[in-house]
């Protein structure tokens, strides 16, 4: 049983590229999540799909837009990267209701330069 | 105030020890209350859930909960080394009749010493 599978692992790239960061749950849960984790700063929400065709901002969703392609996969795309998104990102994602427990992808290394 | 807020530590504790790990959060309506573990370089992992009011144990884990006072803590018993991770402590944020999204403290580190 995978879970919830991020790709890639880890990512350079130079000021202004594009990439899109790819999430998949075979968990057939609802809810799906992107947060960045930076040092000292704990997880924070970028952006959230609680069900499939919905999507919503999260804590700091600026310079990030996603995309829930079907109830299975939930990307993440940076249009013009930025040093300032260097940071690990991690995928999760919720069955569903208040009281179930996320579970996480294995996280992306992203270094912009 | 931010909406988790934890110790950032680090808490050093000796092995077989307890460790105590405090979280407090501001949105009075959460019913909902995690605690993750992430070791370095590592995705965080499900410790301990708890919903009401109170203490729930698991094993060497003790999950308390104060509604009143805004206020979770995990006790880790006869702590181990195994046990130095970056405990998270995490707050489901509803939203009228959405379930809503998870929203996680920046984290206490506790090194457990041998």
């Known amino acids: 049983n995978a879970g919830v599978t991020q790709t890639p692992k880890f990512q350079v790239l130079k000021t202004g590229q594009s990439m899109t960061l790819q999430c998949a749950q075979d968990?057939?849960?609802?809810?799906m999540y992107w947060y960045r984790q930076d040092p000292g700063m704990g997880l924070r929400l970028i952006y959230y799909s609680a069900s499939e065709g919905t999507t919503d901002k999260g804590e700091v969703p600026n310079g990030y837009n996603v995309s829930r392609l079907n109830k299975r996969e939930f990307s993440l795309r940076l249009e013009s990267a930025a040093p300032s998104q260097t940071s690990v990102y991690f995928c999760a994602s919720r069955e569903g209701g208040r009281n179930t427990e996320a579970f996480f992808g294995q996280g992306t290394r992203l270094t912009v330069v | 105030q931010k909406e988790v807020e934890q110790n950032s530590g680090p808490l050093s504790v000796p092995e077989g020890a307890i460790a105590s790990l405090n979280c407090t959060y501001s949105d009075r309506v959460s019913q909902s209350f995690f605690w993750y573990r992430q070791y370095s370089g590592k995705s965080p992992e499900l410790i301990m859930s708890i919903y009401s009011n109170g203490d729930k144990e698991d094993g060497r884990f003790t999950a308390q909960l104060n509604k009143a006072s805004q206020y979770v803590s995990l006790l880790i018993r006869d702590s181990q080394p195994s046990d130095s991770a970056t405990y998270l402590c995490?707050?489901?944020?509803?939203?009228?009749?959405?379930?809503?999204?998870?929203?996680f403290g920046k984290g206490t580190k506790l090194s457990v010493k041998p």
């Open positions: 995490a707050v489901n944020r509803d939203y009228g009749g959405s379930q809503g999204n998870l929203i």
């Open positions: 968990m057939n849960h609802n809810s």
